[in-house]
């Protein structure tokens, strides 16, 4: 049976001489490896300054060596190790055809993160945790080859850390991409989170989804309504994730009432400031 091991650097052993330089060798030396099929690397030394690819060069580099691995996380790292917004991520066009077994990836952050021409037979899950997600990313996610994609996770996130889309951009990756097997979608963490809900809910994904998840952004009644009047036509949908929302008691107790498991926990009020109304996305920063 397959291993989950993470590897990650404090700050002692960064101030010793270790870093991404240091990380592929070390994983590799680590007797476990062999039996390590799920993969977490977490903070790499000073993650906001040194990005992580010289890590994803070695494991190119020593594909051979890393061929068994299923399940890849890169940036596993909290707010006290490095902030979302400034981890330095890399270039993951070569790591496709390198790991040919590779079910599941999830990337955290996107400061120079590339994800390349994406063509994968087995990739089952693709997940990216951020503050703010590129359209550059989002482009190369819609002409991805991933015949296999069971899961699709985005945090959108906000303008002042990344995303520089609209609820088109969302509209037109959910029009063009091809993924025949997807069953959970997550359009997740967005300030616009109600026109987000619109797109989505206009998709052809609908028709074959199990899992919808809206969570940790800007939901408000608005987007609830949307749902309320729109998941009756999708019996296919068996879960329905909006925690973390900006939805009154009343559109909460609707959405619970639908003939699916529903999770609207972590409800917030919005915040008035001078006249202006504020809402935000759970992951920015």
Request: net charge negative; aromatic share 8%.
């Amino acid at each position: 049976m397959g291993k989950s091991k993470k590897y990650v650097y404090d700050y002692e052993q960064f101030e010793n001489g270790k870093g991404p330089g240091t990380m592929v060798e070390d994983i590799l030396s680590d007797p476990e490896f062999p039996r390590v099929t799920e993969l977490v690397i977490g903070c790499w030394g000073e993650s906001w300054d040194d990005s992580c690819q010289i890590i994803l060069d070695q494991i190119v580099e020593n594909r051979d060596r890393f061929s068994h691995v299923e399940s890849l996380f890169v940036g596993d790292m909290d707010y006290e190790e490095c902030e979302v917004s400034w981890i330095v991520q890399g270039n993951y066009s070569r790591l496709w055809q390198a790991l040919p077994h590779l079910k599941e990836l999830t990337v955290k952050g996107s400061s120079e993160l590339t994800l390349g021409e994406i063509c994968h037979q087995e990739l089952e899950s693709l997940t990216v945790i951020c503050g703010g997600l590129p359209v550059s990313v989002i482009e190369e996610i819609q002409n991805a080859k991933l015949p296999n994609l069971k899961k699709l996770v985005l945090y959108i996130g906000i303008e002042d850390y990344g995303f520089d889309g609209s609820a088109d951009t969302v509209r037109t990756l959910l029009e063009t991409s091809d993924f025949p097997k997807l069953v959970h979608l997550g359009i997740e963490d967005s300030e616009i989170q109600d026109e987000m809900v619109q797109a989505v809910l206009g998709s052809k994904y609908m028709e074959q989804l199990k899992v919808l998840a809206l969570a940790n952004g800007t939901l408000t009644d608005i987007g609830g309504a949307l749902l309320l009047e729109t998941l009756p036509s999708y019996p296919n949908i068996e879960e329905l994730d909006v925690h973390y929302h900006y939805m009154s008691e009343g559109m909460v107790k609707k959405l619970e009432a639908l003939p699916v498991k529903v999770d609207a926990s972590e409800r917030y009020e919005p915040e008035e400031y001078r006249g202006e109304v504020w809402m935000n996305a759970m992951l920015t920063e």
